[in-house]
């Protein structure tokens, strides 16, 4: 029979996560290589985000989390198995250097994968596992000073490169020889845009089938 004093019970899950948590931010904490700065309530995947900091100063470099918490016994080996969505191994990987992270409560250890070990590890054992609902992560290195520091080693490294790949592209009397790669871009992209029209529409754009422009010629020859 019920009662008035019936209340919502509150799912072991909860306090694990919360477990998990507070070991995660106590590590970042220790070593002092990255900011907690977002715990996302509404994920599709991302837990909690890290920036890189760097020389006292921030990054916008950012590590994005998948963070769990388990009870069960861990392996003869000493790692632990959790499951998740395939979907949320696509999700960390739009992201370079996605990490999942795990608590392990009976022993207390925290524990770490990058996404593209797990990737890695099932792209080596074959098959159609891209056609599976779940996978398993199975994580055994500690997420500890060492993991850090080579994490913190690449974050920046990658972020800098990729930005320099990026601005190498915009205009400025800096990027010396900038015009002639734009304009070989910008003509390959006509060319490709091209071949993907009907007929008629090539004719009234002045643009020839195979891609090239009827006279005036107003780019340089398109060698796509």
């Known amino acids: 029979m019920g009662s008035i004093n019936d209340f919502p019970e509150r799912h072991s899950n909860h306090d694990?996560?919360?477990?998990?948590?507070?070991?995660l931010v106590n590590a970042i904490d220790a070593e002092k290589l990255f900011l907690v700065q977002q715990k996302d309530k509404h994920d599709y995947g991302i837990d909690i985000t890290l920036e890189a900091r760097g020389n006292g100063?921030?990054?916008?470099?950012?590590?994005?989390?998948?963070?769990?918490?388990?009870?069960?016994?861990?392996?003869?080996?000493?790692?632990?198995?959790?499951?998740?969505?395939?979907?949320?191994?696509?999700?960390?990987l739009m992201q370079p250097d996605s990490?999942?992270?795990?608590?392990?409560?009976?022993?207390?250890?925290?524990?770490?994968?990058?996404?593209?070990?797990?990737?890695?590890?099932?792209?080596h054992r074959g098959g159609n596992w891209q056609d599976q609902a779940e996978l398993t992560v199975r994580l055994s290195v500690p997420f500890d000073a060492r993991f850090q520091q080579r994490l913190h080693a690449r974050v920046p490294a990658r972020g800098h490169a990729t930005r320099d790949r990026r601005l190498d592209w915009i205009p400025s009397p800096r990027n010396r020889g900038w015009l002639g790669s734009w304009s070989r871009v910008a003509v390959a992209e006509e060319c490709a845009a091209t071949?993907?029209?009907?007929?008629?529409?090539?004719?009234?754009?002045?643009?020839?089938?195979n891609g090239g422009l009827t006279a005036p010629r107003t780019a340089p020859p398109c060698d796509c």
């Not at 071949?195 to 089938?209: I, Q």
């Open 16 to 23: 694990i996560g919360g477990l998990a948590e507070v070991a």
């Open 57 to 92: 100063s921030v990054t916008n470099l950012w590590v994005h989390v998948q963070l769990k918490g388990i009870e069960s016994a861990a392996s003869a080996v000493g790692s632990v198995a959790v499951q998740v969505a395939r979907k949320n191994l696509n999700y960390l």
């Open 99 to 123: 990490v999942y992270v795990c608590f392990h409560v009976p022993t207390g250890r925290l524990l770490a994968k990058p996404s593209q070990d797990v990737f890695r590890d099932y792209e």
């Open 195 to 209: 071949r993907e029209r009907p007929l008629h529409l090539t004719k009234a754009s002045g643009l020839t089938r």
